[in-house]
């Protein structure tokens, strides 16, 4: 079994600030998934990676696959961006279906003051 | 608006009800999902569909009761429920089934509380 261990669990920052999450699990993946959850439920899906970087406006996403850990960042972080940001591993998948693992960590609340 | 619609967004019912929660998806996906969120605890993924055919039951009850008549539909069929099932339900969609890249689009949620 996957285990997916996010920090901070609580992270709260000043409007502009540079924002990092991490992520880190014990075995070996296919792929990392970044969520953002907004208060109400809603889910948006940030990113899908399985390896290096990836960019999108002020968030980017790292992967090191050697030492199993992801981070988040945000820069210039605004109030918007106040959320719970999850990671979720995927530990395979073959046409049989029968290794399809996706392990969610605990979720990291961010606020963002203005 | 992800594209993926969830209908109700909240239900109350008694633990002797039956009910279904509807899932539809507008973006000509082929991988449809069922995730459970309870309150304090990670989500957890219930059920994979890719082209109406269900490739994962993560050990999910049997009062729990899938089904995707197509490929932009997904039901849940709840019956004999407990109130510890009591949480958000998300639906989501893919192109593919979950590998590499293949980014998941979440419905908003239905609301389920078990009286």
């Known amino acids: 079994k996957n285990e997916v261990e996010q920090s901070p669990q609580n992270l709260t920052a000043q409007e502009g600030e540079f924002i990092t999450i991490n992520c880190s699990y014990s075995?070996?993946?296919?792929?990392l998934h970044w969520l953002q959850q907004h208060p109400g439920g809603g889910i948006v899906s940030l990113f899908m990676?399985?390896?290096g970087k990836k960019k999108h406006g002020r968030l980017i996403a790292t992967i090191n696959i050697q030492e199993k850990h992801s981070s988040l960042h945000i820069t210039a972080s605004h109030p918007r961006d106040s959320a719970v940001y999850i990671c979720?591993?995927?530990?395979?998948?073959?046409?049989?279906?029968?290794?399809?693992?996706?392990?969610f960590g605990k979720g990291t609340l961010l606020t963002v003051n203005p | 608006e992800t594209g993926v619609t969830q209908t109700p967004r909240h239900l109350v019912m008694g633990m002797t009800n039956k009910k279904s929660l509807k899932c539809e998806q507008h973006?000509?996906?082929?991988?449809m999902y069922w995730y459970k969120q309870s309150a304090k605890k990670p989500l957890e993924l219930m059920f994979v569909?890719?082209?109406?055919?269900?490739?994962e039951n993560n050990s999910v009850p049997s009062r729990f009761s899938p089904e995707c008549p197509n490929s932009s539909h997904l039901f849940l069929h709840l019956h004999t429920l407990q109130p510890e099932d009591s949480a958000l339900y998300l639906c989501?969609?893919?192109?593919?089934?979950?590998?590499?890249?293949?980014?998941?689009?979440f419905g908003p949620g239905t609301r389920l509380t078990v009286l």
């Open positions: 989501a969609s893919s192109q593919e089934v979950l590998a590499g890249d293949n980014e998941q689009f």
């Open positions: 075995v070996g993946i296919s792929a």
């Open positions: 990676l399985s390896s």
């Open positions: 979720a591993v995927l530990n395979g998948w073959d046409s049989g279906g029968s290794n399809y693992k996706l392990t």
């Open positions: 973006l000509g996906h082929n991988a």
């Open positions: 569909y890719s082209l109406e055919e269900r490739v």
